[in-house]
C-alpha cells in the first residue's frame, strides 16, 4: 500500500505518534476537572469511516485528553442529527452537508458547526448483478478482460433510457438527501448525461425531471434492498459495497476516488452553543481524534489490519473482517478476482484531511443549489459566509498547533491556507472547481441549475 500521508510527513509522523502515547511522566496529563465537560455521548452510524472515534476510544487518546467518551450506533442520519440538535448526544460522526444543510435550514433547522473533517473519500457505487450484466459487454476492457476505470455512467444511459421509456425507471439508492453520496451519485450519473432529478417544492425526494429514480435507504440496509430489487444499485460508504460483492448480489463500478477525489466524508458535528460553553473540552476533543486519525495513516497504512479488528466488533461497524479489509487496507475489491489497488480509498489524516476547508464547505452549498435544494440564486458571498459560519478551521488549527508546540505531531502535517484547498483533486468530467467563484463554477454543468434559475412548483423557472 502507497504512503497515505506522504513522504514529506512521514518520519515526523512516527515519533510524533510515539509521543502521544502519553508515556513521558514529565508531561502533566489532562485530568476531567481541567474541562467543562469530559463525559461525553457521541453517535455514529455503523460505517467504515467512523474509525478515528473508534480509535480514539480504544487506543486511549479521548483518555489521553482527560475525556471519557461513550460511543453509541444510531439507526439513521435523521436520527442521528436529531439527537445532536436537541443535546441527546454531544455530538456526532456526521455526513459532510448535514450541518451545512442545518445551517440553512434545509430539513431540520439547527445551528451546527464542524471542528473536524473525520476523512476523505470512502464512497462507492455499486449495480446490482443485473443491471452491471446489460452494461458489462459495453465496456471498455484492458489486456486482462477487466474493464477499465472509471466507469462513466454514459454506459448506463442506454439502459436506464430503455427501463424509463417502459415505465418501470431505474433505482439508485442513497443515504440520505444532503449526504456526500447523493451528491456523488448525482455527479456521476449528471457526468453521463442522466438528469438525477430536482428537488421542487412538494417533491422532497428529488426526482422531478428525472431520468433515473433516487431514493433513501440507511447505509446497512443497502444489500438486502438491492437483493430484494426494490432498487437497481446503491451509493453508499464501507463495508456496505463489499458487502455486495461477498453476497454476490451487486457490482461496485466505481468509488467516489474517481468521481470527486478528496472529497470530505464526514465530519465531526457540534451545535454551537456546545462549542461556546465548552472550547477545553472541544479542543480535547479534537485534540484526541487528530491523534487518532494520526494513528490511521501512519507508515503507509500500518495501522490498518489492527483497525479492521476493532471496526469489526459488534458495537461499531459489526461486520466480517473480510468485508471491511476489503476496502480499508489499501486495495478495493469490484467483484470475485477483481481486486485493485486503492491507496487513496480511505484517508483520515493525509492530504490536510483532517482540515475543515471553507471549499469543502462551499462545494457542498454548489450541489445543493445544482439539484434545487437552494430554490434560489445567492451571491459567491453568501456562500462563503455560509462556510465560514459552520466549517471552523480555526478551532482545528487550535488543537493542531498545541500538538505540534508539544512535539506529538509534525508542522507540515497541517496546511497554511486561507481556507480554500489548494489542491481540489479531480472530477470526473474535468471541470475545474474554484470556491471562490461558486456561481461561475456552477454554469459549467449542462444538467443543473445555474445563473438566476429557480424551483417552483411548477418547473424550473
Known amino acids: 500500500m502507497r504512503t497515505i500521508v506522504g513522504t514529506a510527513i512521514g518520519l515526523a509522523l512516527m515519533a510524533s505518534l510515539t509521543a502521544c502515547g502519553g508515556k513521558d511522566a514529565s508531561e502533566a496529563p489532562v485530568t476531567k476537572s481541567d474541562l467543562e ?246 479542543k480535547a476533543l479534537v485534540r484526541a481524534i487528530i491523534k487518532a486519525q494520526m494513528w490511521l495513516d501512519a507508515e503507509g497504512g500500518k495501522n490498518r489490519a489492527e483497525a479492521v479488528k476493532i471496526l469489526s466488533q459488534s458495537k461499531y461497524v459489526g461486520a466480517d473482517e473480510k468485508v471491511i479489509a476489503a476496502s480499508m487496507t489499501g486495495q478495493f475489491t469490484f467483484g470475485p478476482g477483481d481486486t485493485r489497488p486503492a491507496p487513496d480509498f480511505n484517508i483520515f489524516f493525509g492530504h490536510y484531511a483532517g482540515y475543515p476547508f471553507y471549499s469543502d464547505a462551499v462545494w457542498y452549498l454548489t450541489q445543493m443549489r445544482r439539484w434545487g435544494q437552494i430554490a434560489e440564486a445567492k451571491p459567491d458571498a453568501w456562500y462563503l459566509d455560509t462556510a465560514k459560519a459552520v466549517y471552523r478551521p480555526d478551532l482545528y488549527m487550535a488543537a493542531a498547533k498545541s500538538l505540534v508546540d508539544e512535539g506529538k505531531a509534525p508542522k507540515d502535517a497541517f496546511p497554511e491556507t486561507d481556507g480554500f484547498r489548494a489542491d481540489q483533486g479531480k472530477f470526473i468530467d474535468g471541470v475545474a472547481y474554484d470556491g471562490k467563484q461558486p456561481n461561475a463554477y456552477l454554469t459549467s454543468f449542462k444538467i443543473g441549475l445555474k445563473g438566476d434559475q429557480k424551483v417552483t412548483s411548477t418547473g424550473v423557472k
Open 37 to 282: 465537560k469530559p463525559v461525553l455521548k457521541l453517535g455514529f452510524i455503523k460505517l467504515t469511516d467512523m474509525a478515528p472515534l473508534a480509535i480514539a476510544k480504544e487506543k486511549g487518546f479521548f483518555a489521553e485528553e482527560g475525556l471519557t467518551v461513550m460511543l453509541e450506533p444510531q439507526a439513521n442520519w435523521k436520527v442521528l442529527l436529531d439527537g445532536v440538535i436537541s443535546g441527546q448526544l454531544d455530538g456526532a460522526h456526521m455526513l459532510a452537508g448535514q450541518p451545512i444543510a442545518a445551517k440553512i435550514g434545509l430539513g431540520v433547522k439547527g445551528d451546527l458547526v464542524a471542528p473536524i473533517s473525520l476523512d476523505l473519500n470512502g464512497n462507492a457505487i455499486t449495480l446490482s448483478n443485473r443491471v452491471y450484466a446489460m452494461i458489462e459487454p459495453t465496456l471498455a476492457k484492458g489486456p486482462d478482460g477487466k474493464p477499465l476505470h472509471p466507469i462513466s455512467a454514459a454506459s448506463l444511459k442506454p439502459v436506464a433510457d430503455k427501463m424509463k421509456a417502459e415505465g418501470k425507471p431505474l433505482k439508485m439508492g442513497m443515504v440520505f438527501p444532503v449526504s456526500p453520496h447523493n451528491y456523488e451519485l448525482r455527479y456521476w450519473l449528471a457526468a453521463g448525461g442522466l438528469n438525477p432529478g430536482f428537488y421542487m417544492p412538494g417533491d422532497v425526494a428529488g426526482t422531478s425531471g428525472a431520468d433515473v429514480q433516487l431514493s433513501v435507504t440507511p447505509p446497512p440496509q443497502m444489500p438486502s434492498t438491492l437483493e430484494a430489487g426494490t432498487i437497481d444499485g446503491y451509493s453508499v460508504g464501507e463495508p456496505w459495497n463489499q458487502a455486495a460483492v461477498a453476497k454476490k448480489i451487486g457490482v461496485p463500478v466505481i468509488t467516489d476516488h474517481d468521481i470527486a477525489n478528496f472529497n470530505p466524508e464526514k465530519v465531526l458535528g457540534l451545535t454551537k452553543a456546545f462549542v461556546e460553553a465548552n472550547p477545553k473540552t472541544v
